[in-house]
Structure formats: structure tokens, C-alpha cells
């Protein structure tokens, strides 16, 4: 509990979640804002293939990978401060993960280990629930989407990592903050995976309109082998090649397994519970506010004012620092303001000729925000949630709001 200094601190007027999502309104709507005018560039026709969008997962899963490893880090091998050390890996049924060395009690001694309070540990216990994180999701995606080996997409992640300055930044930035204040990672929590539920579902829904059996979810490395095949100029290494020139059966979303059309490779944004993580999120935001709920009648906090506010001050720095990654990412992708003028300009000239803008399951308009999410681009607040993702779209913002 906290001490009686901390309690003499004027208690927050707003619960955790809320006061997130008040302190983060303005650069939550510009984030969004800056992923919506790019989810079309990354679809077709604008697209022949999901490059892109492997690009925009390279860049998020390591954000995502980072805090979720850090987290069970504390939870499997922590001392506490009454000198005992908490032991829970069976309440941390994700692997370890690249970008993380968990550390075990049997390979580290007491004084290298992290030390947190007691009512901090139960805290992250409690709100790390199963289901929840998506590291194994995204690495899931990322090897349908390329076909790499593990140890391949490990090596990726990690070059990734060294090669991108402000996702690096980033990276080194939650390991610092983590190891300083570890309730920070509530406002991982909050603004990550709050965002799969409302902004993220809009994302899923637009890539889910791309026709599975195209060759834009054809596997990087099977591309490859056909194109090798096809044409003797070899290609750069590292690049990824365009859909053209596919032979029949090679695309992923055309396969069949047992007689069941294969789904599009979109686990980071599924959830395996009845009700497609809907359960899961709302389990999170009840366990909390019972356990953050300071103020107005809502019962006794676990964390201080001060921890509060932490917390929020963080979830600001996320959003910072998801800005920037959009910006590396235009780099990378060539998604920057000049490209989205062109694609602007280009619809408002097919539109004075009448021809509008095509629909076809191949040719995908994002789709519509899903229902109860509020308006995706103007981040209006429905009490809950934020963010994720980061990069030309992941999730990173897009209505999360929930």
C-alpha cells in the first residue's frame, strides 16, 4: 500500500485509464491521423504486395516483444522488498522472446535481479493475463508473411532494432524506464493493447478485404524461389519483390488445409477467446480500475499519486515516440507527405471524371470503423484505451478509445 507520504499527495480526480486517455487526446488524434492518410497506400492497388505492411511489423513487433519480455522478467525472477523472491512462470505462459533475456533465478544472483514493492508485483500479476500478449502473434504473422525460420526472423528483428535510430531510441528508452519505475508498463499495457480493440479491429477489417487468395499475402521467401526461377536477373538483397509473374497455387491465402480456405496471416489482431479478445479486454480494464481506482468513491488505490502519474507521463512518451516511428517508417516505405499528396490528388481527378474511386475484394478502401469505436480519426474518448501501434499502421492509435 502506499505509505503515508505518498497518500498526503493529492489523489488523482480521474481513474488510471481515464486520466491516459485525457492527458494523451491531442497526440493520439494527430497520430491517428498520420496512420489513417497512409492504411490506403498500403493496400491495393496502391500495393501489389504487403511489404508494407512487413515493414510496419518489423517495426512494432520489437516494441511490442521488449515491453511483454521485460514484464514477465519481473514476474518470473523479482525480489521483492521483504527479501523473497517471487517466482511465477506459470502465470507467464509466453516464451521468452527475442530483444530480452529474461532472467531466471537459477542463472542470476540476488543482487542482479529487479526489485520492486510487493503491492507492485501483485499489481503486474494481476494484470498480465493470458491471452493478452502478442508477441508470439506477431513473430506468427511475420513468418507466414516471409516464410523465415525463427532463428531467420530473430536476426531480422534484431537488425531491425540496430538499423532504425528512433525505434532503437525507443527501445532503449522503455528498457531505462522499466528498470527505473516498473509500474510504467501499465501504460504499455493501456496503450498497446487497448488499441487492438478499436483502432486495430478497423485496420484487421481493411486487410481482411484484400482477397486471401492474392499474391499480396504471397510468403517473401516463396516469391523469391518463383521469381528466381522466372527471371535471371537476380534480386537486391533484402528487397521485397512485387506480385507479378505468379504461377497458380503459390499464393498463401489460395491454400488449403484440409479443405479449409487458410486465413489471412492477421493473429496480432485475433484473439483466441470466444468473443475474439473482447473478454480479455474487459477483464484487463475491470482488474484495472478495482486495482487503480483512486478517487471519487472508487476504492483504494494500489498505486500512489506520484505512481499515477508516472504512468500518464509515459503513456505521452509512447505516443511521442509512435509519431517519430511513423516518420521513420515514411523513410523506409517512401510513405511520406509527397506520396500522400499524389494519392490525394489522383482521387480527386478520377472523381471530376466521374469514375470515382473502383471497389473490388483485390482493390480495398479502408474499411469502416467498427461499431461502438467511436470516430477513428477524431480519437474520441469512450473511456478506455490507446494505441499501438506504431508504424504505417499496426494499431498503434488508430480509435483506440475503447
Not at 505462459?93 to 510487493?118: G, Q, V, Y
Not at 506468427?140 to 516471409?146: G, P, R, V, W
Not at 509515459?314 to 523506409?332: C, H, K, N, T
Request: glycine share 8%; aromatic share 6%.
Amino acid at each position: 500500500m502506499p505509505s503515508k507520504t505518498e497518500d498526503a499527495i493529492a489523489a488523482p480526480e480521474h481513474a488510471l485509464g481515464e486520466s491516459i486517455n485525457i492527458a494523451t487526446r491531442s497526440v493520439h488524434t494527430k497520430l491517428n491521423k498520420l496512420i489513417i492518410q497512409r492504411l490506403r497506400l498500403a493496400l491495393p492497388p496502391q500495393a501489389d504486395d504487403a511489404s508494407n505492411y512487413v515493414q510496419g511489423l518489423l517495426h512494432v513487433a520489437p516494441i511490442y516483444i521488449t515491453f511483454e519480455s521485460l514484464w514477465r522478467t519481473i514476474l518470473e525472477s523479482s525480489e521483492t522488498e521483504d527479501g523473497r523472491i517471487r517466482t511465477t512462470a506459470a502465470d507467464c505462459p509466453e516464451p521468452s522472446d527475442a530483444h530480452s533475456s529474461p532472467t531466471t533465478s537459477s542463472t542470476t544472483d540476488a543482487k542482479s535481479r529487479p526489485t520492486i514493492s510487493n503491492r507492485i508485483h501483485v499489481l503486474l500479476l494481476s494484470l498480465y493475463i493470458d491471452g493478452l500478449p502478442r508477441s508470439s502473434a506477431l513473430k506468427h504473422d511475420l513468418a507466414s508473411l516471409t516464410g523465415w525460420t525463427a532463428p531467420e526472423l530473430t536476426a531480422q528483428l534484431d537488425e531491425r532494432a540496430a538499423e532504425s535510430p528512433v525505434l532503437a531510441e525507443f527501445l532503449a528508452h522503455i528498457k531505462r524506464s522499466v528498470a527505473a519505475r516498473p509500474h510504467v508498463l501499465l501504460a504499455y499495457a493501456w496503450v498497446l493493447y487497448m488499441a487492438l480493440f478499436s483502432g486495430g479491429r478497423f485496420i484487421r477489417a481493411s486487410l481482411e478485404r484484400v482477397d486471401p487468395a492474392s499474391s499480396f499475402w504471397t510468403p517473401l521467401e516463396l516469391e523469391l524461389e518463383q521469381d528466381f526461377e522466372q527471371d535471371s536477373e537476380l534480386k537486391m538483397p533484402g528487397g521485397f519483390p512485387s506480385s507479378g509473374g505468379m504461377g497458380t497455387g503459390a499464393r498463401r491465402g489460395g491454400e488449403q488445409k484440409g479443405g479449409k480456405q487458410e486465413e489471412h496471416p492477421l493473429a496480432f489482431f485475433r484473439f483466441d477467446t470466444p468473443s475474439d479478445g473482447e473478454d480479455l479486454k474487459n477483464l484487463f480494464k475491470a482488474r484495472l480500475l478495482t486495482l487503480t481506482g483512486e478517487g471519487n468513491g472508487r476504492g483504494t488505490s494500489q498505486i500512489s499519486p506520484q505512481e499515477h502519474d508516472d504512468v500518464v507521463q509515459e503513456a505521452q512518451r509512447i505516443f511521442d515516440f509512435m509519431i517519430s516511428v511513423v516518420g521513420e517508417l515514411d523513410e523506409v516505405c517512401g510513405t511520406d507527405r509527397d506520396s500522400l499528396v499524389v494519392e490525394k490528388e489522383k482521387r480527386k481527378r478520377l472523381a471530376a471524371r466521374g469514375d470515382g474511386v473502383k471497389k473490388s475484394v483485390t482493390a480495398p478502401a479502408p474499411a469502416p470503423a467498427p461499431a461502438g469505436s467511436g470516430e477513428v480519426a477524431k480519437g474520441k474518448d469512450k473511456g478506455a484505451g490507446a494505441a499501438d501501434w506504431p508504424r504505417i499502421w499496426t494499431g498503434a492509435g488508430v480509435g483506440n478509445r475503447d
